[in-house]
């Protein structure tokens, strides 16, 4: 419950709340329609609601909380239709960048790549695991240098990103989209077109499995 949420240390604030607030989400602590208040969330976090309030914004773009009229503002329920539509989306436009990428990635994208994909977040930083498999995709994105291809992903951040974040909390899939990058990363590496193709839709298949055994 909310009583249970730990104060956060200083600077930056707001990143520290927001971070607070999405594991206690993504644990079960902050169950779908529990009512966040601003003021009570500052208390318990012992910071000013500026910070809170900043959070707020970015975990309501992100998908975690939204304002109800009269209410005020909740944690949403995951609408489970609309993940299963976004990965839809997702998987045929994944594939895509992938195709094109694969033939126009540069060195210096491959190299990051690399990084990534054994860039494994301490048992405890869960945003930072996310913020890396999110880098790992958006490289790809831009290697294949197709603008409407990146700008219909940004349309589903919101999803995306969110279901990162439920992903990288559970050290059991963090160390099996690791072992999924380096398949794809594998694959770029003997330019194999086909090859990547397969890895990465095997890496969104088991996403898409893992969010539905979350039901």
Excluded: W
């Excluded at 048992?123 to 890396?132: A, I, L, Q, R, Y």
């Excluded at 794809?184 to 397969?198: G, M």
Aim: hydrophobic share 40%.
């Amino acid at each position: 419950m909310i009583e249970d949420l730990k104060a956060v240390g200083k600077t930056p604030l707001s990143e520290k709340v927001y971070s607070t607030l999405v594991e206690s989400i993504v644990k079960g602590t902050l169950p779908p329609g529990t009512k966040l208040q601003e003021q009570h969330v500052a208390k318990q976090l012992a910071v000013s609601a500026t910070p809170v309030r900043e959070a707020f914004r970015r975990m309501e773009r992100d998908g975690f909380i939204e304002s109800i009229p009269y209410c005020g503002v909740v944690v949403k329920e995951l609408d489970y239709e609309e993940i299963m539509d976004a990965y839809a989306c997702r998987a045929n436009l994944e594939l895509m960048a992938v195709r094109e990428a694969v033939h126009k990635i540069t060195d210096q994208q491959l190299d990051l790549l690399v990084h990534l994909s054994h860039s494994a977040a301490s048992e405890d930083d869960f945003m930072k695991t996310s913020e890396n498999s999110s880098r790992f995709h958006q490289t790809i994105y831009q290697a294949a240098g197709n603008k409407v291809l990146i700008h219909l992903m940004d349309s589903l951040s919101t999803v995306i990103l969110r279901d990162m974040k439920y992903s990288a909390m559970d050290p059991k899939r963090e160390q099996e989209i690791l072992s999924e990058h380096k398949r794809i990363v594998q694959a770029f590496l003997d330019c194999d077109e086909e090859k990547a193709v397969r890895a990465m839709s095997v890496h969104l298949d088991n996403g898409l499995a893992y969010m539905k055994k979350r039901r």
